[in-house]
C-alpha cells in the first residue's frame, strides 16, 4: 500500500440530449455574470474553436497503455486512491468500495477476469476528444503524462463509463447530478493545464451546469 501511496505522488508531480438539462438553470446575461468562481474564470480563458479532423487518432498516440511508476502502474495508483477499504498486494489493488462519482452507487470491486471491469479508469477529457481539441499538437511525451495525469482520471463504474464514450460536456454529463459541477470544472481544468480548446456547444454546456454553483473552483492537481 505504501508503495501506491509514494506512487500517486510521483505520477502527480509529473505531471445531449435535452433530457440532460432536466433541472439545471438556463444560461443567461444574469446568470454568467455571477458565476465568479475559479471554474467560470478559467472556462473564459479557454480558446473556442470547432472540433479538428479526428484523423490520425489512436490510443497509442497517448502511449502504450498505464505507465509505471516502480512496480505500480497508474490504474492501480488511482483505484488505491478513489477507493475505500482497499486491499493492496504488491502493488495491485484487490478489493475495495467505490463510492461511484458519476451514479451515486456503491460498488464493491472484486479483482479478477470477470470482475475487474465493474470499475474501470476514466479519463474525464475523453483522449480522441482531447486528439480533436488540440492534443495532437502537443509532443508524444505530453500526451502520454496527459493519459496518465491523475487529474484527469477517475475510478467510476464501467458501464457508465463505456456509456460516456468519447462524450464531451455537450453529449454526455454524469447521471449523478450532484457531481456535475465537479466534473465540468475537472475538465475545464485539464483542458486549461494542455491547452485545449472547447467548442461552442461544450462551452454552453458548462455554462449551464456551473450556473447551478456559480462559485465553483477548480480541483487541485
Request: proline share 5%.
Amino acid at each position: 500500500m505504501a508503495g501506491l501511496i509514494i506512487a500517486l505522488g510521483i505520477v502527480a508531480g509529473i505531471i445531449l440530449h435535452p433530457a440532460m438539462w432536466e433541472g439545471q438553470p438556463q444560461p443567461s446575461d444574469t446568470t454568467v455574470e455571477v458565476m465568479t468562481g475559479d471554474a467560470a474564470k478559467a472556462l473564459a480563458s479557454l480558446e473556442v474553436k470547432g472540433r479538428a479532423p479526428k484523423s490520425g487518432y489512436s490510443r497509442t498516440q497517448f502511449g502504450d497503455g498505464w505507465t509505471l511508476v516502480g512496480a505500480c502502474d497508474t490504474r492501480n495508483i488511482i483505484l488505491a486512491r478513489d477507493l475505500q477499504d482497499e486491499v493492496v498486494i504488491d502493488c495491485k489493488v484487490q478489493r475495495g468500495t467505490l463510492d461511484d462519482p458519476y451514479t451515486a452507487k456503491t460498488i464493491h470491486f472484486q479483482r479478477g477476469a470477470s470482475t475487474s471491469d465493474d470499475v474501470q479508469i476514466d479519463h474525464v477529457v475523453a483522449l480522441s476528444d482531447a486528439w480533436q481539441k488540440g492534443a495532437q499538437l502537443l509532443t508524444r511525451e505530453q500526451r502520454e503524462a496527459f493519459a496518465n495525469d491523475p487529474l484527469e482520471l477517475l475510478a467510476v463504474e464501467g458501464a457508465a463509463n463505456q456509456q460516456k464514450g468519447d462524450g464531451d460536456a455537450a453529449t454526455w454529463l454524469p447521471p449523478n447530478k450532484d457531481f456535475r459541477c465537479q466534473y465540468v470544472a475537472r475538465q475545464i481544468a485539464i483542458k486549461k493545464k494542455y491547452k485545449l480548446w472547447v467548442t461552442n456547444a461544450e462551452k454552453e454546456a458548462m455554462m449551464r451546469v456551473l450556473a447551478a454553483c456559480p462559485g465553483q473552483m477548480l480541483p487541485g492537481e
